[in-house]
């Protein structure tokens, strides 16, 4: 699966630095917001390194839908059912920055942006409800916003909210923009350089130890479990598809407040415009038959847009928090040394800037007056206490299952091309699975916290189904929160 986006020849590569060096931050993660962290920073005349373990865009920002967007979904009113009327308008004046930001600095850069209208909609009768309450949260934060009986969607809807004014791009033209104007301003990056743990001022990486008076990770989930943000986090992975279409394509980012959820917009290619339809979320490694995810989605497009021919397919990981706001902040409570930025709830293009301006303002001594309501520790947490008492027990769930469903395999011939399952070698699971005529196994146990993997047929990866840690079939890591592969033998752990 290559995302539209990342469909293309690299712009170009940045080399692994030496061990030794030192700088005053060092910025963990090559996605939207490390880069813009790390030129901010970099900006200001400190000493920056960015560190990323495999491309830059490689996880989340190169295979998102690509909007900048303020009316998020069902997001609004989410937070509203959990937070104050003032966290709920500091969250928006948050995105509003983010989202500020980024135009402007395209706009600077002549970076192509297409602005079009933003349309939460229900796809069912019974889901009106849902879009009103929606509505009423954009209306209590300040964003513009405004009912629609109709919409430019061939299929029945129910009313939809409109946010008129929003943004939407291809992010790796972004991303690239970004990291260049980063370098111009001195910062160093690296790619295939993955961090692996952080000791005081050193950075211990697998080509050997940085060292920088502050570290940023901006790495979708942190990869320390200092702070136990993966048990406040919910890790999803949704699909999206890119369709040439003869005739019309309906234009503005819409997005269902139904469940399976649909999201649609356009994208302006050199050969002509594409239909991006994405959707069918779930939790990471949790759904059996993942392929069956993206077939659906293929299905439901055809059935509205008959002729539409397949282009590309992709997916993307995103966490969740358990209150609905993200974290941005100290990875310990009373210490900047190490600070964090994640749970943006699949609209990480407005919510990574803007926490790339929380954490540099908070570094260089200028906070944003919105900054607090998206602090890494915060008490009205409580609010999330409920989702989190159920993720985690979801997570032990999947836990046990895992290891019980390692009985029912045996080992025998090699699976068939494109699959893989898990079995028992001795006492412990092991993996096997067959991609590309090669047969591999590796250990089943996940080094993070010892989930046992799942095989994800659609991407042909094993999948941690406890906290959403993602390897390649040879076990090599492709997301965190583990930052060491599968092992080669199952004695190794």
Same mark, same amino acid.
């Given at each position: 699966?290559?995302?539209?986006?990342?469909?293309?020849?690299?712009?170009?590569?940045?080399?692994?630095?030496?061990?030794?060096?030192?700088?005053?931050?060092? %910025? =963990?993660?090559?996605? !939207?917001?490390?880069?813009? /962290? +790390?030129? @901010?920073? *970099?900006?200001?005349?400190?000493? #920056?390194? $960015?560190?990323?373990?495999?491309?830059?865009?490689?996880?989340?920002?190169?295979?998102?839908?690509?909007?900048?967007?303020?009316?998020?979904?069902?997001?609004?009113?989410?937070?509203?059912?959990?937070?104050?009327?003032?966290?709920?308008?500091?969250?928006?004046?948050?995105?509003?920055?983010?989202?500020?930001?980024?135009?402007?600095?395209?706009?600077?850069?002549?970076?192509?942006?297409?602005?079009?209208?933003?349309?939460?909609?229900?796809?069912?009768?019974?889901?009106?409800? %849902? =879009?009103?309450?929606? !509505?009423?949260?954009?209306? /209590? +934060?300040? @964003?513009? *916003?405004?009912?629609?009986?109709? #919409?430019? $969607?061939?299929?029945?809807?129910?009313?939809?909210?409109?946010?008129?004014?929003?943004?939407?791009?291809?992010?790796?033209?972004?991303?690239?923009?970004?990291?260049?104007?980063?370098?111009?301003?001195?910062?160093?990056?690296?790619?295939?350089?993955?961090?692996?743990?952080?000791?005081?001022?050193?950075?211990?990486?697998?080509?050997?130890?940085?060292?920088?008076?502050?570290?940023?990770?901006?790495?979708?989930?942190?990869?320390?479990?200092?702070?136990?943000?993966?048990?406040?986090?919910?890790?999803?992975?949704?699909?999206?598809?890119?369709?040439?279409?003869?005739?019309?394509?309906?234009?503005?980012?819409?997005?269902?407040?139904?469940?399976?959820?649909?999201?649609?917009?356009?994208?302006?290619?050199?050969?002509?415009?594409?239909?991006?339809?994405?959707?069918?979320?779930?939790?990471?490694?949790?759904?059996?038959?993942?392929?069956?995810?993206?077939?659906?989605?293929?299905?439901?497009?055809?059935?509205?847009?008959?002729?539409?021919?397949?282009?590309?397919?992709?997916?993307?990981?995103?966490?969740?928090?358990?209150?609905?706001?993200?974290?941005?902040?100290?990875?310990?409570?009373?210490?900047?040394?190490?600070?964090?930025?994640?749970?943006?709830?699949?609209?990480?293009?407005?919510?990574?800037?803007?926490?790339?301006?929380?954490?540099?303002?908070?570094?260089?001594?200028?906070?944003?007056?919105?900054?607090?309501?998206?602090?890494?520790?915060?008490?009205?947490?409580?609010?999330?206490?409920?989702?989190?008492?159920?993720?985690?027990?979801?997570?032990?769930?999947?836990?046990?299952?895992?290891?019980?469903?390692?009985?029912?395999?045996?080992?025998?011939?090699?699976?068939?091309?494109?699959?893989?399952?898990?079995?028992?070698?001795?006492?412990?699971?092991?993996?096997?699975?067959?991609?590309?005529?090669?047969?591999?196994?590796?250990?089943?146990?996940?080094?993070?916290?010892?989930?046992?993997?799942?095989?994800?047929?659609?991407?042909?990866?094993?999948?941690?189904?406890?906290?959403?840690?993602?390897?390649?079939?040879?076990?090599?890591?492709?997301?965190?929160?583990?930052?060491?592969?599968?092992?080669?033998?199952?004695?190794?752990?």
């Amino acid at each position: 699966m290559t995302s539209l986006w990342l469909d293309r020849s690299p712009v170009r590569t940045y080399p692994s630095l030496a061990p030794g060096l030192r700088f005053d931050h060092i %910025v =963990v993660g090559g996605g !939207l917001t490390g880069v813009a /962290t +790390a030129m @901010l920073l *970099a900006r200001s005349g400190a000493s #920056v390194a $960015l560190l990323e373990a495999r491309d830059l865009g490689a996880v989340a920002t190169g295979n998102t839908t690509g909007k900048l967007s303020l009316l998020q979904g069902t997001h609004l009113s989410e937070i509203a059912a959990r937070h104050s009327d003032s966290s709920l308008r500091a969250y928006l004046e948050a995105n509003r920055a983010g989202q500020r930001w980024l135009l402007e600095f395209c706009a600077d850069h002549d970076i192509d942006v297409q602005r079009e209208a933003a349309f939460t909609y229900a796809a069912a009768p019974e889901s009106r409800a %849902v =879009v009103e309450r929606e !509505l009423a949260a954009c209306r /209590t +934060a300040g @964003l513009e *916003a405004d009912w629609v009986d109709e #919409v430019e $969607l061939p299929f029945p809807t129910y009313g939809a909210v409109r946010a008129g004014d929003q943004a939407q791009f291809d992010p790796m033209t972004v991303l690239h923009g970004l990291a260049a104007q980063a370098q111009r301003h001195g910062a160093v990056i690296s790619e295939n350089t993955r961090v692996t743990g952080i000791s005081g001022d050193t950075v211990h990486t697998d080509l050997g130890d940085l060292h920088a008076d502050s570290v940023v990770l901006a790495t979708g989930t942190p990869i320390l479990d200092r702070g136990a943000f993966f048990a406040r986090l919910e890790a999803q992975r949704s699909y999206a598809l890119a369709f040439e279409v003869p005739g019309s394509i309906p234009h503005g980012m819409y997005l269902s407040a139904d469940s399976p959820t649909r999201s649609l917009r356009s994208a302006p290619t050199s050969a002509g415009e594409l239909l991006l339809v994405g959707g069918n979320g779930h939790p990471v490694g949790r759904e059996p038959e993942t392929g069956s995810k993206v077939d659906e989605l293929i299905e439901w497009t055809r059935t509205y847009w008959p002729t539409a021919q397949l282009t590309h397919s992709w997916s993307a990981q995103d966490y969740s928090s358990i209150d609905a706001l993200p974290y941005v902040g100290p990875l310990l409570p009373g210490s900047d040394r190490i600070l964090v930025a994640t749970g943006y709830a699949k609209w990480g293009m407005t919510n990574g800037v803007a926490a790339a301006l929380a954490l540099t303002g908070r570094l260089l001594g200028a906070t944003p007056a919105w900054a607090p309501a998206l602090e890494a520790w915060r008490p009205r947490e409580l609010a999330g206490l409920v989702s989190a008492l159920a993720a985690n027990s979801k997570v032990g769930l999947a836990l046990a299952g895992g290891w019980a469903r390692a009985e029912l395999h045996t080992t025998g011939d090699a699976p068939p091309e494109g699959t893989g399952y898990v079995h028992r070698d001795g006492v412990r699971p092991v993996a096997t699975c067959t991609v590309d005529g090669d047969t591999s196994t590796v250990s089943a146990i996940c080094p993070h916290l010892y989930g046992v993997v799942r095989w994800n047929d659609a991407e042909k990866s094993w999948d941690c189904p406890l906290h959403g840690s993602r390897f390649a079939a040879d076990g090599s890591v492709l997301e965190g929160p583990a930052t060491r592969p599968l092992a080669s033998r199952v004695f190794e752990y």
